[in-house]
């Protein structure tokens, strides 16, 4: 507008009144009235300066924008700082949904914009844009931020490659019964991940479940279950703690010891009565000290507890078989570490299991018997048990508790 049309125009005088009495939002409506799109916009600017909050900054500096009109350099000057200003209210709000990230990405196109490249460049990078946020980088020229952002982006796609070949033979390990493996294939999960609490979930739950004592139950869903047990001391009594656990009325807490000897000494094994209330005998004669367990025999825990055993094999292995009382056709099978335990006698199959690290391993001594784990089929010859593992071989149905 020419001087004399400003000098004649209502409008605009009552703009340039307006705005020396600081009535910016009435300026800025009468330079619109009068043409001043340029003028209505730079008012714009100076409510957005004055503004008391990021929200009403934010509405002036649009309000600026949609008044620029053609005016590239004015333009470029209010998309950069408009970018900024969402870009600071989105961070003080917190980014996170989907609909938070678009306002990123809007604030970073503002910002590219308005030539601040760097800001735009890091705004991208917060959401994980990177392919955005390397073309920032590289329209402004900034080399060495580039060059980061795409080195970065590599390393993404490499974790995120590890991750999916990690959980993948997490899987395979899991189903084929190789529990420590699988373990530490989700301990890489849980490394790799960027969102981490389901693989640390699932960690947590499969640690909860593994066997590391040197102890395992192992029966059938109806029928005989036995305690398999590799170490020095296995316990008796009616403590659930117990190797034996033991339900039968007179049976103390920690009724019995059988103590295990290295595999070369003979006799290995050696029962001791620990004092329990009821007694423990042999052939109707009170237990006193360690007596030695060769052969066969049977002895009785109180009154109502009777258990047969038998030590057989080479290394020797001793088994239990309770034949009276509340845990009738209750078995213990003891040894070593490292030794195969036959359990072939308790379920009629060709089994048994080897205790690694205090790790049981089941396995079955004859091939091309059918094994199912938790209702896969496994091919090879061990199984690393865990608690709740569901099997059946040849068609026998087993579970471990």
Known sequence: MSFLKRLFSADYRAAVSAEAAGQLDQAAERYVLAGE???????????????????????????????AGNDAELRQSIQGKLGRALLARLRAEGV?????????????????????????GEAFES??????????????????????????????????RALRESYADYQMHLRIGERDKAVAELRKCVEFAEQKGEYRRLLDQLESRLITAGVVAVGRRQGARVSVFAGDTAVLGRDP??????RSTGVSRRHAEITVAKKDTKPRFHLVDTGSKNGTTIAGMPLAGAIPMVE????????????????????????LHVVEGMD???????GGMGERL?????????????????????????????????????AHGAVQLIHGDQLVIAGVELEVS
């Open 328 to 334: 009738r056709d209750r078995w213990l099978i003891a």
């Open 96 to 120: 996170a949904t989907q609909r938070d990230k678009d306002r990123v990405r809007e604030s970073a196109q503002l910002l590219l914009a308005g030539g601040d490249f760097q800001s735009a």
């Open 342 to 378: 036959d359990l072939s006698e308790v379920f009629g199959v060709p089994l048994a299991i080897e205790f690694r690290r205090g790790r049981p391993h089941l396995w079955c001594s004859v091939d091309g018997v059918d094994m199912r784990l938790d209702g896969e089929s496994v």
């Open 37 to 67: 799109h340029a003028e209505a916009a730079r008012v714009h600017l100076a409510r957005a300066e004055r503004a008391e909050s990021r929200v009403a900054e934010i509405a002036a500096l649009r309000d600026a924008l949609h008044w």
């Open 127 to 160: 959401i994980d844009d990177t392919q955005s946020a390397a073309a920032a980088y590289s329209e402004g020229g900034l080399v060495d931020r580039m060059e980061a952002v795409l080195g970065k982006d590599e390393e993404r796609i490499g974790k995120e």
């Open 241 to 246: 703690l117990c190797e034996l656990p033991l």
């Open 296 to 319: 066969s025999g049977q002895f009785s825990l109180g009154d109502h507890c009777a258990i047969e055993y038998a030590v057989s094999g080479e290394p020797a292995q001793l088994s």
